[in-house]
Nanobody, 122 residues
Framework: QERLVESGGGLVQPGGSLRLSCAASGFTFFSDWHMNWYRQAPGKERELVAAISSSRIGNITKYIDSVKGRFTISRDNTKNTVYLQMNSLKSEDTAVYYC????????????WGQGTQVTVSS
């Protein structure tokens, strides 16, 4: 059974850094999956923060404008894990961060983790 488990969240001061991890289990050929990090702040809609494509098409990465140059998404297929390195954190980055895995093909496969809280505050 497919499962995603996020870790690495916590409380950090503005300007600080955190690295989130998303460990995937039960996935066949993890490298084929597109992996995403979403976040949801209180009272706001969930938004896609960063994405990394399947390794079959070259691990292409994309980011929302507000995190470009500060966040980096990466994957280690040997560990079935995707990371989100977050630097120069701002108060507006405070949210619950969710890992998402998508596999496209004849049918769409879509899985979510339980989320990890990131709080940026002095």
């Amino acid at each position: 059974q497919e499962r995603l488990v996020e870790s690495g969240g916590g409380l950090v001061q503005p300007g600080g850094s955190l690295r989130l991890s998303c460990a995937a289990s039960g996935f066949t050929f993890f490298s084929d999956w597109h992996m995403n990090w979403y976040r949801q702040a209180p009272g706001k809609e969930r938004e896609l923060v960063a994405a990394i494509s399947s390794s079959r098409i070259g691990n292409i990465t994309k980011y929302i404008d507000s995190v470009k140059g500060r966040f980096t998404i990466s994957r280690d297929n040997t560990k079935n894990t995707v990371y989100l390195q977050m630097n120069s954190l701002k108060s507006e980055d405070t949210a619950v961060y969710y890992c998402n895995a998508i596999l496209t093909g004849m049918t769409l496969h879509d899985y979510w983790g339980q989320g990890t809280q990131v709080t940026v505050s002095s």
